[in-house]
C-alpha cells in the first residue's frame, strides 16, 4: 500500500500575511500523517515563517533548489540554506521551470542529486506537452524525462522519491486528463521504473497527477491504481479547497 500525497504548489502567490491567513486556517484540519503526506510548495522566503507555524500534519516544501551547494548563483536557493530551515521537500522539474529557466533533464538530474545530498525528498515533476500527446509522443517524453532525471541515481534513494505527471496542456487550463489518461501514463511511468530499479521499487514508488485537480475530480483521480497522489496549483490556494482536496485520499475504499 502506497501512502497518499497531496500537495499544493503555490507557485508565485501569496504574500506573507496571505500565506500565514492560509496556514492557520488549514494546518488543524489536514490529514492525520500516517494516513496522508500533506505539502505545501511555497516561495523561498515564506519558507521560513511557515514552517515555524506548520503544525503536525502539514509539511512545507521549497520549489527549487541550485544543484551546487554554495558559490556565485544570484538569486538561487541552496540545498544546504533548504535543509538549515528543516525543510522537507523540494520540487523539481516543474514544466513552469523547465519553459521559462530552461531547465534540462540534466540540471533535473543534478538537481536531484543535490536535493539527496542535503537530506531533501524531491517530487520530480515530469509531463509532455500538446503537440507531443498529439504526435504521439507522449511515451518518448516520458521515458526521456524520467530516464534523464535519473541517471545514476542508486535503488537505494528511490524509496524517497515521488515523481508527479503533470501533462502541460492540463496545468492551468482547466483542461483535466481524464482519469484514464493520468492512470495510464503513471502507470507507464511505473514501467520505466520498474526497466530501471525492478518491480519492488516500481511498486513502491508514489506517483502524483497534477493538471487542473479540483475538488470536484480529485476522487476519481486518485482511486485510479497508479495515481498515489495530486499536486495542486490553482485549487490550492483557497484555504477551503484544500482541506476538501488534502482529506480525499481518506475517502478511499
Ligand atoms: P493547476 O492545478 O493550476 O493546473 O497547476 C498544476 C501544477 O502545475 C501544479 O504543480
Not at 504548489?9 to 504574500?15: E, Y
Not at 506537452?129 to 504526435?135: A, F, K, M, Q, T
Not at 487542473?212 to 484555504?239: C, F, H, Q, R, Y
Request: net charge negative; glycine share 8%.
Amino acid at each position: 500500500m502506497r501512502k497518499p500525497i497531496i500537495a499544493g504548489n503555490w507557485k508565485m502567490f501569496k504574500t506573507r500575511d496571505e500565506a500565514l491567513y492560509f496556514i492557520l486556517k488549514v494546518s488543524e484540519k489536514m490529514p492525520e500523517k500516517e494516513k496522508v503526506d500533506t505539502i505545501i510548495f511555497a516561495q523561498a522566503p515564506l519558507l521560513r515563517c511557515l514552517i515555524t507555524r506548520q503544525g503536525e500534519e502539514l509539511r512545507i516544501g521549497a520549489q527549487n533548489l541550485h544543484y551546487e551547494d554554495e558559490g556565485a548563483y544570484t538569486g538561487e536557493v541552496s540545498g544546504p540554506l533548504l535543509n538549515s530551515y528543516n525543510v522537507e521537500y523540494v520540487l523539481i522539474g516543474h514544466s513552469e521551470r523547465r519553459q521559462y529557466f530552461h531547465e534540462s533533464d540534466e540540471d533535473v538530474n543534478k538537481k536531484i542529486k543535490a536535493a539527496i545530498r542535503n537530506d531533501l525528498l524531491p517530487i520530480v515533476c515530469v509531463g509532455e506537452n500538446l503537440d507531443e500527446r498529439e504526435n504521439n509522443q507522449m511515451n518518448d517524453v516520458l521515458e526521456r524525462q524520467i530516464k534523464g532525471a535519473f541517471k545514476d541515481i542508486p535503488a537505494i534513494e528511490m524509496k524517497d522519491i515521488v515523481i508527479a505527471y503533470e501533462p502541460i496542456w492540463a496545468i492551468g487550463t482547466g483542461k483535466t486528463a481524464t482519469a484514464d489518461q493520468a492512470d495510464q501514463a503513471c502507470g507507464f511511468i511505473r514501467s520505466i521504473i520498474k526497466d530501471l530499479y525492478g518491480p519492488v521499487v516500481a511498486e513502491g514508488i508514489r506517483i502524483q497527477y497534477g493538471g487542473s485537480v479540483k475538488p470536484t475530480n480529485i476522487d476519481e483521480l486518485i482511486s485510479k491504481e497508479n495515481i498515489d497522489g495530486a499536486l495542486i496549483g490553482g485549487a490550492s490556494l483557497d484555504p477551503d479547497h484544500f482541506i476538501t482536496l488534502a482529506n480525499a485520499p481518506l475517502n478511499l475504499k
